[in-house]
């Protein structure tokens, strides 16, 4: 019960730092993305961990972003 309540929490973190993403600009928008990411990820072992399987194949370059 108590993994379940985590994993709402998680992704209401993240909902809510979706409404980030509303601002314009693509560096605003790719830091929501990335804060949605580590608030899903929970660790930042499995946030490395995600982001090493996104740039495994070699088209994509992580990036952070700045907050809007």
């Known amino acids: ?3 379940i309540q985590e994993l709402e929490a998680r992704i209401r973190i993240a909902l809510d730092v ?12 790719m830091h929501t993305i990335d804060q949605m990411v580590r608030a899903l990820t929970a ?4 946030y ?10 070699g088209e994509y370059e992580w990036d952070i972003g700045i907050p809007g």
Do not use: F, P, S
């Not at 979706?18 to 928008?29: E, M, Q, S």
């Not at 660790?43 to 499995?46: G, K, L, S």
């Open 1 to 3: 019960m108590q993994e």
């Open 18 to 29: 979706a409404r980030g993403g509303l601002n314009d600009g693509a560096h605003h928008k």
């Open 43 to 46: 660790t930042e072992e499995a």
């Open 48 to 57: 490395a961990t995600w982001v090493a399987d996104v740039e495994e194949d």
